[in-house]
């Protein structure tokens, strides 16, 4: 694989607001371990090889476990999950998944019994900085694999 576009090949500013972002969800309310699993998730549904790479990195790096990584995919069945997980993921993968049309009143309710309306309003926020980064670095063709922590 090699790269279309390197970052340093974008025009000036085109970074800044994405990392603004990345500040802000840095300092929001949003465990981060929470949000590493929403990237990585949404990462899958989007088939970013460069963000899995980053995200798997990043959540071991806190301490995540193997495990739950590996069956992230299969969440819904998979008895590794808190409530409150359960709820952030099915909520990212309605806005993230094409088909979706809404984010229907179970997913919110269901969300809304473990977070507040800043805490998912700031959910959102990491599903749609995710998805953007991933439709980045798809455009990019990011290459995957020297990604260290932080």
């Known amino acids: 694989m090699t790269a279309r576009i390197l970052f340093q090949d974008t025009n000036k500013g085109f970074m800044d607001g994405l990392m603004k972002t990345e500040a802000y969800l ?3 309310g949003i465990a981060p ?3 590493e699993l929403i990237k990585f998730r949404v990462s899958q549904i989007n088939g970013c090889a460069y963000c899995l790479d980053m995200h798997y990195k990043d959540a071991i790096h806190m301490g995540e476990t193997e495990q739950r990584l590996y069956s992230l995919a299969a969440w819904r069945d998979a008895p590794f999950y808190t409530d409150a ?3 952030a993921l099915a909520f990212a993968e309605v806005l993230t998944k094409a088909n979706s049309q809404d984010v229907e009143d179970d997913v919110y309710e269901a969300l809304s019994q ?3 309306k800043g805490d998912i309003a700031d959910l959102a926020l990491v599903v749609g900085q995710i998805n953007t980064w991933n439709r980045i670095n798809k455009t990019f063709r990011t290459v995957p694999g020297d ?3 932080a």
Request: charged share 35%.
């Open 26 to 28: 840095k300092r929001s």
């Open 114 to 116: 473990f977070f507040s």
């Open 85 to 87: 997980e359960r709820a």
């Open 33 to 35: 371990a929470l949000q």
């Open 147 to 149: 990604y260290k922590p």
